[in-house]
């Protein structure tokens, strides 16, 4: 994904707004693949802030996750703010100016005075990659499968009993206590 600062880089206090849609391939997270459902739409806006250009946005899409409890698969909407820094490398002449920027933040991107565009492709699949919950759930109130038989208790009502004891604890289901 390509933004557009030929425009901002030219003065400080320029701005620039920009709205961009494009799909994007499936993405790793852990052991699996994430699936965009629709395309990633960003929405931008680009300040120039003399030694570096902001970019302040949202990120609109949709992903294909599987649910932590149950495990079948549903959309997860995503609308998400977010926020970048775009500086000039040019302007970085020293070691030591490469130094001290980056103890200063890793959140930034770098571009040269002869680029128009700035690809944050990485950076927006960052974003998402952040966003996705660690336990996604298909609705807040999922019953998740059945210990004992498998099935889907959002789906049936199985009348599996779930008092499994430990075979090794039997002894103490029989002791009474006084």
Same mark, same amino acid.
């Given at each position: ?15 620039? /707004? ?62 998400? @703010? ?15 100016? /490469? ?11 770098? /571009? ?23 336990? @996604? ?42």
């Amino acid at each position: 994904m390509q933004l557009y600062i030929g425009e901002v880089k030219r003065g400080t206090g320029r701005t620039f /707004f920009d709205l961009q849609e494009e799909v994007f391939p499936s993405v790793r997270l852990g052991r699996e693949d994430v699936l965009f459902t629709q395309p990633v739409q960003i929405e931008v806006h680009l300040v120039n802030c003399g030694s570096e250009i902001l970019v302040e946005g949202r990120l609109r899409t949709a992903l294909l996750l599987h649910c932590a409890r149950c495990l079948e698969p549903f959309l997860y909407p995503m609308d998400i @703010p977010f926020r970048l820094e775009l500086r000039n490398a040019s302007r970085l002449t020293r070691p030591s100016d /490469f130094e001290a920027e980056a103890e200063e933040t890793v959140e930034v991107r770098y /571009f040269t005075e002869e680029e128009n565009y700035v690809d944050v492709t990485q950076e927006i699949q960052e974003i998402v990659l952040l966003n996705v919950p660690m336990k @996604p759930l298909c609705r807040p109130d999922c019953k998740g499968l059945c210990p004992v038989c498998g099935g889907n208790r959002n789906e049936v009502q199985c009348r599996c009993e779930e008092q499994e004891i430990d075979p090794r604890l039997v002894a103490l289901k029989r002791w009474k206590p006084g």
